[in-house]
């Protein structure tokens, strides 16, 4: 099993965007920081580019057990079925991740507060920061 923290932001939403996604083994030893700029977008969107990110890097490494963590309730809900995907700007997001994770096999996604996030938060305020200077 591997753990996936992922968050995403925007500056002004919509605005400077990006994603940042910090996973780690299940003792908590680093597997890989992903991260990256995404022009304008809105805040939810970039989230789903950090939930992206982190499963395509799962799929692409033969990861078939993972837990994501996400300080984004709406996105946690989202991938639960516990909330409907009414915005059709996410919906094809939504899609890709429901895709990747039939690949992957198991994935279940936990809500944490934004303090149990910080390495992801700091992965897409990063990612802002090299959109910005762009």
């Known amino acids: 099993m591997i753990r996936a923290y992922v968050d995403g932001g925007a500056r002004g939403n919509p605005g400077p965007a990006g994603y940042g996604a910090r996973i780690e083994d299940e003792d908590g030893n680093l597997l890989a920081e992903l991260y990256g700029p995404l022009g304008v977008a809105t805040n939810n969107v970039a989230?789903?580019?950090?939930?992206?990110?982190?499963?395509?890097?799962?799929?692409?490494?033969?990861?078939?057990?993972?837990?994501?963590?996400?300080?984004?309730?709406?996105?946690?809900?989202?991938?639960?079925?516990?909330?409907?995907?009414?915005?059709?700007?996410?919906?094809?997001?939504y899609e890709d991740a429901r895709s990747l994770m039939r690949r992957i096999g198991r994935v279940t996604f936990e809500h944490v507060r934004r303090e149990f996030n910080k390495d992801a938060d700091r992965l897409a305020n990063e990612a802002m920061d090299q959109g910005s200077s762009m």
């Open 47 to 93: 989230e789903y580019n950090g939930l992206l990110a982190a499963l395509k890097w799962a799929v692409d490494h033969g990861h078939r057990d993972v837990h994501i963590r996400a300080d984004s309730e709406l996105l946690v809900k989202q991938m639960r079925g516990e909330h409907r995907v009414k915005n059709p700007g996410l919906l094809p997001l």
